[in-house]
């Protein structure tokens, strides 16, 4: 099964890809995909829009896992963010991928097994997990490999 994880956002995605063998997860492909603040907000959308049909074409994966919100501080942020949310799984679900949602509480406990982990746990055992090679990756790209992690590990066939 491919499973791709998106953590939702407006200026920046993050898209982790992997390929899973006998519950086993490996490695196929992550990016942080940010968007212009000169563009306009639609544009931005639009773009978030294409970035995700665009991955889904080249990677077909077989289910999404992404993130649920939680509220910000900043209410603008948020109203945005969950825009950028409704764009993404429109696009998951128009290219045939079943979606998924998980908490950051249900992340932390299926890559570390506590639901208080710090930001740098779940990404240390991301790439543990997924034995990925000491490169640079930002945060958004690690938080949706850590998402595709959990839907693998918590999903089962009816």
């Not at 992404?66 to 900043?74: D, G, H, Q």
């Not at 208080?116 to 790209?141: P, W």
Request: hydrophobic fraction near 40%; charge should be neutral.
């Amino acid at each position: 099964m491919r499973i791709i994880g998106i953590d939702p956002g407006f200026g920046r995605l993050g898209i982790g890809i992997i390929d899973t063998q006998n519950k086993k997860e490996l490695y196929a492909h992550s990016l942080c995909f940010e968007t212009s603040p000169k563009d306009s907000f639609h544009t931005r959308l639009q773009s978030i829009g294409s970035v995700v049909r665009d991955t889904c074409i080249i990677w077909k994966p077989d289910h999404a896992s992404v993130e649920t919100l939680f509220f910000e501080k900043n209410q603008k942020t948020a109203m945005h963010v969950a825009e950028a949310r409704g764009v993404i799984v429109y696009e998951l679900l128009k290219n045939g991928v079943e979606v998924f949602e998980y908490t950051p509480l249900q992340v932390k406990i299926a890559l570390t097994g506590f639901g208080k982990a710090e930001k740098s746990q779940v990404a240390f055992m991301t790439e543990k997990i997924l034995k990925l090679e000491k490169e640079k990756r930002l945060d958004d790209e690690l938080d949706a490999l850590a998402l595709a992690i959990t839907h693998n590990s918590s999903f089962r066939e009816k």
